[in-house]
Structure formats: C-alpha cells, structure tokens
C-alpha cells in the first residue's frame, strides 16, 4: 500500500487539488481540514519570539542569558 499527500483548497465545499497530475484515476481516501491559524498583528521578532518563550518556559534571567550566548555562539 502507498500514500500520496497533496495540498488542496476547498472551494464552496469543492476539494481542489493544487497538482492534479499527482492525483490517481481511481482511488479512496481521507482529508484532513488544516484550518488556518488566526493571526495577531504582525510576525515577532527574534527578541519577541524569544521572550515569549521564556514566559512560556519559566526561565530565570541567568538561564535565559545562558539561552541567548548559546544561539549566539550557534549563528557564528
């Protein structure tokens, strides 16, 4: 047996294949709705994204210092 994944778009409840070659003649399967996630204002920033995930891991200021020599370390 073998999958074949494509991205679609559904158009007023019509499944529209993006690449319809890649599509078999004859086949069943299943759909999975990827709903699109909401967006909030414009994209973080790297320092953003980064203080957002300290909040979220409860970092102390020492440990989130050490998080930002070691990414730094790792961009060089």
Do not use: C, N
């Amino acid at each position: 047996m073998s999958y074949v994944t494509l991205e679609v778009q559904i158009d007023h409840g019509r499944v529209v294949p993006k690449e319809p070659g890649k599509l078999p003649e004859t086949a069943s399967g299943l759909l999975t709705i990827l709903e699109a996630a909401p967006t909030i204002g414009s994209p973080m920033s790297p320092l953003e994204a980064f203080r957002d995930l300290q909040r979220q891991l409860q970092l102390t200021p020492e440990k989130a210092e050490a998080w930002k020599t070691a990414i730094r370390e790792a961009r060089r």
